[in-house]
């Protein structure tokens, strides 16, 4: 039997090593998997590596994380969004190294590594600072710059609602990054809204299928890990 | 001289959106130019975190904390909106599937060479978000921007001084002083305000401009 349910969101970060590459999922706080981030947080991991659009907001989920001095370094594309001051006050004191990626490509050098695609040429950033480095090639009379995968060594996502194979639903514009992030990663972990019993979501609405899903965990209005 | 405000700048914008178009609009003052979209015309909104169809901020009581747009605001979905993910998002963008980009800018070359996500103020870490995905991706690109800095500085530059978000993507620029198109032989002024003649307009622009024959008036409502 196939069943991904957490009883505790203890038990949905455990396992994550010291330095590893978290893929952090949301946009600003929409869709950002607070309560997961906070419980990695008390993990006591260190030196990770994360990956998100933002640097984190407020003083929970992402930005508790750098807040405490343990994000080595941030993959991001807009690290100064709404109250963004754990980063910034890492930033300034030298203790965060920043990878600034624009966000389409950041999203999609996540599908590339998803998707076993080793590398690709996007036009986003040529003749630009961020393309410094990069392989440029002319494809067909036009430039391109070559952008290599990321793979997470855990994604932490949040869904709507989800059963227990894992298949996920999501909220308007919470969906965002979700969906990449959590075929990407070799750990995903997803804290929901609600746990319904399989077969009730519409497959026609399933926009993550549970193949990309390893743990599931309730959070409801700040309760965690129950089970139906 | 009747130097357009910021709102009369957006209409001005909007006035050129034409009836069925995807358009994506840049966080600020570009953002605003969707309230100024004459009534008979259906324009489709894109946003970057995954919506078609954005629709005006949120009445009081009907926010939902779920439905942002791309500078973080509560916004509202029309009717016949879709959400999507961050991939495809980005592939509308990139792919060719937008119509039109309109974006704000802290400076623009006469080639049409863009900057807008950085001025190295080593004061603030840098953020780059869609700048440079909306400005290769789109069909047509378009800027808006004050003619000037605060200071006076001409933001209409033969060449940024600021660092590049993409070369050669904007085709025509909106300021408080005139409408230019960014053309083969340089930038060519289709309107400036009244009060103001064209030494004087090329005096507070670096880049050299040509006054087209057909030039009219810039003037908008006061909206």
């Given amino acids: 039997m196939i069943d991904k349910r957490m009883r505790s969101l203890a038990e949905a970060v455990q396992g994550v090593k010291s330095g590893a590459t978290v893929l952090c999922s949301g946009f600003g706080a929409v869709g950002e998997p607070v309560e997961l981030l906070n419980a990695l947080r008390e993990t006591g991991v260190r030196d990770l590596v994360c990956v998100a659009n933002n640097a984190g907001t407020g003083d929970e989920g992402l930005a508790g994380l750098i807040k405490e001095g343990r994000v080595r370094r941030i993959i991001c594309s807009y690290p100064r969004t709404v109250d963004p001051h754990c980063f910034e006050a890492a930033y300034q004191a030298g203790k965060i190294e920043l990878e600034l990626v624009p966000q389409g490509t950041l999203s999609e050098r996540m599908r590339a590594g998803a998707a076993g695609i080793a590398g690709f040429y996007i036009k986003t950033s040529v003749d630009t600072r961020l393309a410094e480095g990069k392989e440029l090639r002319e494809i067909d009379g036009e430039r391109y710059v070559l952008e290599k995968p990321i793979r997470g060594d855990v994604a932490l996502c949040r869904a709507d609602r989800a059963d227990r194979w894992g298949n996920l639903t999501y909220r308007k514009s919470a969906r965002n990054f979700n969906p990449v992030m959590a075929m990407a990663a070799a750990l995903t972990v997803v804290q929901v809204r609600e746990m319904v019993e399989l077969g009730a979501l519409d497959p026609e609405c399933v926009a993550t299928p549970g193949i990309f899903v390893d743990r599931v965990v309730v959070v409801r209005e700040g309760r965690e890990g129950e089970k139906p | ?223």
């Fill in chain 2, 1 to 223: 001289m009747n130097s357009l405000t910021r709102r009369q700048m957006a209409w001005r914008a909007a006035q050129d959106i034409e009836d069925g178009a995807y358009v994506n609009l840049g966080i600020g003052l570009p953002t605003t130019v969707s309230d100024f979209i004459p009534r008979d015309r259906e324009i489709v909104f894109h946003s970057e975190n995954g919506i078609l169809g954005m629709g005006p901020a949120p009445k009081p009581g009907e926010e939902d904390k779920d439905l942002i747009n791309a500078g973080k605001g509560l916004t509202t979905l029309v009717p016949g909106g879709a959400y999507f993910h961050h991939n495809d998002a980005f592939l509308m963008i990139r792919g060719g599937h937008l119509d039109l980009a309109l974006l704000g800018a802290f400076e623009v070359s006469e080639t049409g060479d863009l900057a807008n996500w950085t001025t190295d103020d080593p004061h603030f870490a840098p953020g780059v978000g869609g700048a440079m995905d909306l400005a290769v991706g789109a069909k047509e690109v378009r800027a808006i921007l004050e003619h000037v800095t605060k200071d006076g500085t001409p933001r209409i530059r033969k060449r940024c001084v600021y660092p590049l978000t993409a070369p050669h993507c904007i085709k025509r620029i909106y300021t408080n002083l005139a409408v230019m198109d960014v053309t083969e032989d340089g930038l060519v002024v289709r309107e400036m305000v009244e009060g103001i003649d064209f030494p004087r307009l090329q005096n507070v622009t670096e880049a050299r401009l040509t006054l087209a024959n057909d030039w009219r008036p810039l003037a908008a409502p006061l909206v």
